[in-house]
């Protein structure tokens, strides 16, 4: 399978390929951005073009002469011409979002489309189905030129999408500035914090709550859990289980025990887990022992696995096949890491050398990597080879190749952004941490789970996750 890069450049650009020659036959056909896709065999670019000398001046002449109609349309006396982007309809603001195009959602913003309250929520609700950091901080920039700039659900939005993209520092100096707040903000601040593997801070956030008069309530319980859970403070969540009944008189309810269960799992305690489950005082529910029995499963106890499964096919026999069709190996499903920079997004798919600055750069790193202590650590190769094979099969996971690319690709010191659909393995998670030493750079990597931030050697959750 050919990794593939997905590029997108600014108009002032001048990288386009042979296929696309032909959209600059005629006006009508010429884009006003443009996007493309750069496919990679082998990381070998199979097709790619450098507009120079006869191809620049035919863009220049473009732009001329679309500047110069432009500033016809403005001396023509007819109405429906002019401002035609200003008055563009707030509905096709709103459906190019779910379509994803929220980049020339605020091209059109930054020619004088105006948006109103909910195309801003659209606008914020696609930047965090795309991760993507620097759309949400352009949209964010339009807001604070807006009526809406301090309104408090608009504001939490804007804390909920920043923790999304993984930049919870942005997150903070929203929910610092505003000059009202409900209990709506801290919630998503501490999911936010739990989300990015900073659980600390969110439990921190939740004694402010409490100092500052605001009494939780059960949603504020789920946040805390959620932010004991990112960081295994086991002991921690029993006694905010108890606080809720002792000192808020909440009855917790059984998502709430799922909380800690969760807890409970992702730290391994499975037969802590179980005696959890068999002393509620509410009868346990099939998502109850589905969670008990995917714990089991993840740390190997095939045992509490199996009796798990018994008893939630007892409460949901459409789940005794589940174990099998949902669950399958770790790995199994082909690995996408997507990389991001400004108005740049590179995908890797597939685990294959290549040639080039980029191969280069990463034979090199590898090689920083072990006189800097780093051991492959074999065990999370499930494939059925020698240890030598295994070593190299875990060299090319697609995170590496990623970092590798964004190496040679951005500034020294900057942040390196990727997004990942696979759970990270042990090995990347280590490996990943001695390369943000060697860098020098702060690497954060979102998996099918949670934001990893690794800077100097470490991790934001603490190697827990």
């Not at 956030?205 to 059960?218: A, H």
């Not at 996971?397 to 952004?417: K, N, V």
Request: proline share 4%; with cysteine.
């Amino acid at each position: 399978m050919a990794s593939v890069v997905l590029l997108q450049h600014p108009v002032n650009r001048t990288m386009f390929f042979p296929n696309y020659k032909f959209l600059f036959s005629n006006q009508s056909s010429f884009p006003p951005h443009l996007s493309y896709t750069l496919q990679i065999s082998k990381f070998r670019p199979v097709c790619s073009y450098t507009a120079h000398n006869s191809s620049s001046k035919i863009y220049r002449r473009k732009i001329q002469k679309n500047s110069q109609k432009e500033r016809n349309d403005q001396n023509d006396n007819n109405p429906s011409r002019r401002n035609s982007t200003a008055l563009l309809p707030t509905v096709d603001l709103i459906n190019l979002c779910h379509e994803g195009k929220v980049e020339q959602v605020l091209e059109y913003l930054g020619q004088g489309a105006s948006a109103d309250y909910v195309a801003f929520g659209a606008i914020f609700d696609s930047c965090g189905n795309l991760k993507s950091l620097d759309l949400c901080k352009r949209a964010h920039g339009f807001l604070k030129l807006s009526t809406f700039a301090n309104d408090i659900e608009m504001n939490n939005k804007l804390i909920d999408v920043y923790g999304k993209c993984g930049s919870m520092r942005d997150a903070r100096r929203v929910f610092d500035k505003m000059r009202e707040r409900n209990m709506g903000s801290w919630h998503l601040l501490i999911n936010g914090y739990a989300a990015n593997g900073q659980g600390d801070r969110g439990l921190l956030l939740y004694e402010d709550m409490k100092k500052s008069g605001l009494q939780p309530n059960e949603e504020t319980f789920f946040a805390v859990f959620a932010a004991c859970s990112s960081v295994g403070a086991v002991e921690e969540s029993l006694l905010h289980l108890q606080e809720m009944r002792t000192e808020y008189g909440i009855i917790p309810g059984i998502e709430h025990y799922l909380g800690v269960i969760d807890v409970l799992g992702n730290a391994g305690h499975l037969w802590e887990a179980q005696e959890f489950i068999e002393r509620m005082p509410l009868e346990p529910t099939a998502e109850i022992w589905r969670a008990l029995r995917n714990f089991a499963q993840i740390h190997g106890d095939i045992e509490l696995e199996d009796h798990a499964e018994e008893l939630l096919i007892a409460l949901d026999p459409s789940q005794a096949n589940a174990n099998k069709t949902t669950l399958p190996p770790r790995k199994m499903h082909s690995a996408t890491n997507m990389l991001e920079q400004k108005n740049r997004l590179a995908e890797y798919r597939c685990t294959q050398p290549y040639r080039g600055e980029g191969y280069e750069k990463f034979k090199g790193l590898n090689g920083q990597l072990r006189e800097a202590g780093y051991v492959p650590d074999t065990r999370y190769v499930l494939h059925d080879i020698d240890e030598e094979a295994k070593e190299q099969a875990l060299m090319y996971h697609s995170e590496r190749l990623a970092i590798a690319y964004g190496l040679i690709s951005t500034p020294a010191r900057q942040t390196l952004r990727i997004m990942k659909n696979l759970r990270i393995c042990g090995d990347c998670h280590n490996a990943i941490k001695i390369m943000s030493k060697i860098v020098g750079r702060e690497l954060i990597v979102r998996d099918n789970k949670r934001f990893h931030h690794f800077k100097d050697g470490k991790c934001s959750c603490g190697d827990y996750w």
